[in-house]
């Protein structure tokens, strides 16, 4: 099968198994539409045409959106007013840098913040302040030790000068 053939809605099934999985759930409307319905709603949204490029016995299905999106739990960077490049954060990653006065641990953290729920925690504050580079633990060759405290790194105090100016 040719790309071409892909986008003239040739459809070959590898696994009938998933697709009669699929097509039962009504993941699918029907075979071979899905290629030529993506090129055609990109044209009518005016957005770049996809690609399908051949790597071996594969192909990769490159979708452009309009604009850069962030995905979930991403933090995008943006230019300060002095040029520097500083994370837009959520607000629950801006409370926590806040509160990092000093080594602290996740429930001290938690304390401060006055948080209860520990998987809501991690994955609302601690998770993206970490990826963003605004904590950091001290023991990052033990993340789970009970000893493990978070302190602001480098970027987290300029982003917090940032706050105050």
Known sequence: ???????????????????RVFRELKLIEQWGSGVRS????AGKQNLP???????GM?????VRFAEAVPLRGELKKTRGTMGCVTPQVTPQVKRL????????????????LGLKDRMHFV????????KADLIEMTRPDKPNSRLQKY??????RAFLASMDS
Request: charged share 30%; hydrophobic share 45%; net charge positive.
């Open 151 to 156: 302190r602001l790194t480098e970027a987290g």
């Open 38 to 41: 993506i090129f055609k709603e």
């Open 1 to 19: 099968m040719t790309i071409e053939d892909m986008k003239n809605g040739v459809s070959k099934i590898r696994n009938p198994v998933i697709a």
């Open 97 to 112: 840098v806040q509160v990092v006065t000093k080594e602290l641990g996740r429930s001290e953290l938690m304390l401060k």
């Open 58 to 62: 594969r192909v990769r299905f490159i």
């Open 123 to 130: 994955r609302e504050y601690l998770s993206p302040a970490l």
């Open 49 to 55: 045409m996809p690609e399908i490029i051949e790597i």
